[in-house]
């Protein structure tokens, strides 16, 4: 198959990292520490069983959501994803005991207590969504982009999803929509090799979906996304190139996740020797060491500012969560449909 | 007062609805160049430019989500699926997300979109082009469901479901657009609940809604005439949520209750019906109701087979005649 130019795979080791202040360098340190924690303690949550359903975490793929929306403008840009969804949300600008209410389902979770964790929202920061349905945000993401292009302001959509997801029709059909009306819209495929356990060669004729992007004309970039200054780079160019009225630009970003698909999943279809490889390439790690070099931070400040963040989160967030009420039985049928809409009653 | 075409006042009402709102848009296969496969949208294209009235590609979940997906931010589509055969491939956005997002989401966001689609049997168009379904989207929690019988609702149902904050399905009929009526001249809106006396009646209560509501009154003109029945029709314009009230109401008055519809009868509006007057108004029934449905068939080509298929005036006529033991 040919590739044209702007399909290719980035693995340029030598990333200009002055695009980045130190000062920003740090807070995404904290950023993505604070993720991994997050996750974590969500975890046990589950294991206590404050947290009910269904849960994806995160960890391990924390470089994908803060490089790209470092790049973009969180709380600005329209962001949607599917159910793995917490820290899509927190970065966007949610207050993380939102989302643990949300989790806890509490009525001052930010979708009070009806959503869970897959269906996580807050419109306010411009968090669109998390959805159940694999595939399901691909059409949602590129309506957004229409409504942009129609009220002609400047943010763009963010579509993020699994590998797996591209094999939906909806992939197809949302790529081809978004060309055909050049709209304002990046795809972010996450790349973890799996569709909860079936490897993504099992499934998938093209592994490497930035080709797919060929098909529609849309440009793409396959980067490493355990590196938060590649996945920074590489998501400067396409949000430029999105922003700049170019139309819809796909990223492909290599990751892996070290829990389960979701918490009721062993692990049992993943080769140890796989996991011990891409554990070596953890993207704090590699971030922290990083900053080390560079003398922005020592392995003891490193460790304060992780104790701070656990802390945090058990007396700031855990605590806010477990003190919430949780929705009056009596509003149960609440949100159903729009409240003294005039219309239903033909205008009066 | 002018007298339109069915597909005339559903034009008209895009056409008002897109010069009110700048965020009223309309999408859908060839309604734009080619005007719509029944007119709905015709001369739209050339006031109102391809921004707004889309050609889509033939990506009916795709293109349903992403209206609805746009509706998130306040824009309005008006989505024309060519024939409801084909919405069951865009269910999943319509029923998983349309319906949806406003509980999930805490009341945060919502999806004002309007899918209008045609449905029912038309002249030996095969199984794949004759179904309906209003019958799976009046169970969706969270999606309304209306469905015009003459081109004043046409008219007024599309402009209450483009300015209504809740996603609103609209099941028109293959056979309906050229159909004509009075139609007011200045604006106006119709409820999206709720349903009409067509007829006034004493004896007995024919439930219709969309073509059915026809069969009904040609039914009752007939049984009139020749039985001296005075049957009541309810035009049961609104399928989510049915006008239960409405239902009781002609029941309190009529004591019989027949129920008219195209589509097949198991898990329909016929059966939903039934409930609704045994929950509400059983004592105050003097016979069984009954109901008047097509054959539980894939709709075949044949002609005669498609005909013995599909409820007709005569099959009204006598159902009525059994509910007073009568035969003709
Ligand atoms: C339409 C649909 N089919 C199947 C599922 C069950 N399911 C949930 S997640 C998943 C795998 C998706 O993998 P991927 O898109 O790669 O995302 P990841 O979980 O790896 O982040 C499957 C099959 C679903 N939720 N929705
Ligand atoms: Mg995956």
């Not at chain 1, 969500?42 to 994806?56: P, T």
């Not at chain 1, 302001?153 to 978004?178: R, V």
């Not at chain 2, 999408?27 to 029944?38: C, H, V």
């Not at chain 2, 865009?90 to 004002?112: C, F, H, W």
Request: glycine fraction near 8%; aromatic fraction near 8%; proline fraction near 4%.
């Amino acid at each position: 198959m040919t590739v044209t130019p702007n399909h290719r795979a980035n693995n340029d080791d030598t990333v200009d990292q002055s695009q980045l202040s130190d000062e920003v360098k740090l807070r995404l340190l904290q950023e993505m520490l604070y993720a991994r924690r997050f996750e974590e303690r969500c975890y046990e949550a589950y294991v206590e069983r404050k947290i009910g359903g269904f849960l994806h975490l995160y960890s391990g793929e924390e470089a994908c959501a803060h490089g790209v929306l470092e790049a973009a403008r969180p709380g600005e840009d329209y962001v949607i994803t599917g159910y793995r969804d917490h820290i899509h949300a927190i970065k966007c600008g949610t207050d993380p005991r939102a989302v643990m209410a949300e989790l806890f389902a509490k009525e001052t979770g930010c979708s009070k207590g009806r959503g869970g964790s897959m269906h996580l929202f807050d419109a306010e920061h411009h968090f669109m969504g998390g959805y159940a349905l694999v595939g399901g945000p691909f059409p949602l993401a590129v309506g957004m982009a229409k409504a942009i292009k129609l009220r002609r302001s400047d943010e763009i959509a963010i579509c993020f999803l699994g590998d797996a997801a591209n094999n939906q029709g909806t992939f197809h059909e949302s790529m081809n929509m978004a060309k055909v009306w050049n709209l304002p819209i990046l795809f972010v495929c996450e790349n973890n090799l799996y569709g909860i356990g079936t490897r993504i060669e099992r499934s998938t004729a093209v592994t490497d979906q930035y080709k797919r992007a060929a098909a529609y004309d849309i440009p793409a970039q396959q980067t490493d996304g355990q590196d938060l200054d590649k996945v920074y780079a590489a998501a400067r160019v396409a949000v430029d190139h999105v922003r700049s009225g170019n139309g819809p630009y796909f990223l492909e970003l290599m990751t892996y996740r070290y829990r389960g698909h979701s918490m009721s999943d062993s692990n049992a279809y993943r080769d140890a020797e796989e996991e011990k490889v891409w554990q070596g390439r953890d993207p704090i790690d590699l971030w922290k060491e990083r900053l080390i070099n560079q003398g922005l931070i020592t392995a003891e400040t490193f460790k304060s500012m992780d104790h701070e963040i656990i802390e945090s989160i058990e007396d700031d967030v855990i605590a806010f969560a477990e003190s919430s009420p949780e929705p009056a039985v009596s509003e149960l049928e609440k949100y159903v449909l729009a409240e003294n809409d005039p219309y239903v009653t033909g205008g009066k | 007062m002018a007298e339109l075409m069915y597909w005339e006042a559903i034009r008209r009402a895009h056409d008002e609805e897109m010069a009110h709102d700048p965020l009223v848009i309309a999408m859908g296969e060839d309604i734009g160049i080619a005007g719509g496969t029944y007119k709905a949208t015709q001369g739209l294209f050339e006031k109102y430019g391809s921004e707004r009235i889309i050609d889509t590609p033939i990506s009916e979940n795709g293109y349903t989500g992403l209206g609805i997906g746009a509706s998130f931010l306040g824009v309005r589509p008006i989505i024309e699926i060519m024939s409801v055969n084909f919405a069951w491939l865009a269910t999943d956005q319509i029923v998983n997300t349309a319906a949806k997002v406003r509980y999930m989401s805490g009341g945060q966001l919502e999806a004002p979109v309007v899918i209008r689609s045609p449905g029912g049997t038309a002249h030996q168009l095969g199984a794949q082009h004759s179904a309906r379904m209003e019958k799976v989207f009046m169970g969706i929690a969270g999606l309304r469901v209306v469905t015009p019988s003459s081109p004043k609702q046409a008219y007024g149902l599309l402009k209450s479901a483009v300015r209504c904050n809740d996603p609103v399905f609209i099941n028109e009929h293959e056979l309906m657009y050229n159909l004509k009526g009075d139609v007011p001249d200045e604006e106006f809106f119709l409820p999206l609940e709720g349903s009409t006396v067509a007829r006034e009646g004493t004896d007995i209560t024919l439930f219709g809604y969309n073509i059915s509501t026809h069969w009904c009154l040609q039914a009752a003109t007939e049984l009139s005439r020749e039985h001296g029945i005075e049957a009541e029709v309810i035009d049961l314009y609104a399928l989510n949520p049915l006008d239960a009230e409405g239902i009781a109401r002609s029941l309190r008055k009529t004591h019989r209750a027949l129920i008219v519809e195209e589509a097949e009868a198991p898990v329909g509006v016929g059966s939903e019906v039934m409930a609704i007057i045994n929950e509400n108004c059983f004592f105050e029934l003097d016979a069984a109701p009954r109901r008047v449905s097509a054959a539980n068939v894939p709709i075949p080509y044949n002609h005669s087979l498609e005909k013995a298929a599909i409820p007709n005036v005569k099959d009204v006529v006598s159902a009525v005649l059994a509910t007073f033991g009568l035969s003709n």
